[in-house]
């Protein structure tokens, strides 16, 4: 049974461009959280999703980000026109419900 | 809005030594998790509670509900546990799916 599974672990893109961080959660696994770790600081909830449906984005930016679970393939973070200061590692979980959550490698994301 | 606060920040110990690692937070909750990260790497889930004490291996950790605490034990430790431990706590209530993070803990084993 493989772990989370994210893509890419690392990813440059130039400032105005477009990050599509990708996140397959384990099997079985309907519930997929993504956190975002900025540079010296702890992680923070972003978003919370469940199959084709949003449950709870109060931690995500209002503008340029977006999160989608489908009903087939990977949960996408996107985050658009992208700048400097959304350089950080965003880690992607999953759970089979309220049980406990199972964290992916991480995606490294820089801007320059 | 729960506060999570973990000390030391930084802790560097020789090999061999028995480390123990604090969390303490705010509000009511349902479970706690000790996470675990090496530089540049994932996140590996180490413990999950609610009560009592785990072990596994040469980790201990137990929590305290009444006093709000719980700390993580590492024993005969090694310069491959070297890495930030992370304290985690889920809420209980409404929200209770959203993990509050506390700074981490920076440790450095010697050899």
């Known amino acids: 049974n493989a772990g989370v599974m994210q893509n890419p672990r690392h990813l440059v893109r130039r400032r105005g461009q477009e990050a599509r961080l990708r996140c397959s959660p384990m099997?079985?696994?309907?519930?997929v959280y993504w956190y975002r770790q900025l540079p010296e600081e702890g992680l923070k909830f972003m978003v919370y999703?469940?199959?084709?449906?949003?449950?709870?984005e109060s931690g995500m930016p209002k503008e340029r980000f977006s999160a989608e679970f489908p009903k087939e393939g990977p949960s996408i973070l996107r985050i658009q026109q992208v700048v400097r200061g959304d350089s950080a590692a965003y880690f992607c979980?999953?759970?089979?419900?309220?049980?406990?959550?199972?964290f992916g490698q991480g995606t490294r994301l820089t801007v320059v | 809005k729960n506060e999570v606060e973990q000390s030391p920040q930084n802790l560097t110990a020789q090999e061999g030594e028995f480390i123990t690692i604090n969390c303490s937070y705010s509000?009511?909750?349902?479970?706690l998790h000790w996470l675990q990260q090496h530089p540049g790497g994932g996140i590996v889930s180490l413990f999950m509670?609610?009560?009592g004490k785990k072990k596994h291996g040469r980790l201990i950790a137990t929590i305290n509900i009444q006093e709000k605490h719980s700390s993580l034990h590492i024993t005969a430790s090694h310069p491959r546990d070297s890495a930030v431990y992370i304290c985690?706590?889920?809420?209980?209530?409404?929200?209770?799916?959203?993990?509050?993070f506390g700074k981490g803990t920076k440790l450095s084993v010697i050899p």
């Open positions: 999703l469940q199959k084709e449906n949003i449950i709870d």
């Open positions: 509670l609610s009560s």
């Open positions: 985690a706590v889920r809420n209980s209530g409404a929200g209770s799916y959203q993990l509050t």
């Open positions: 979980a999953s759970s089979p419900g309220k049980g406990e959550a199972f």
């Open positions: 509000v009511g909750i349902s479970a």
């Open positions: 099997k079985g696994h309907s519930h």
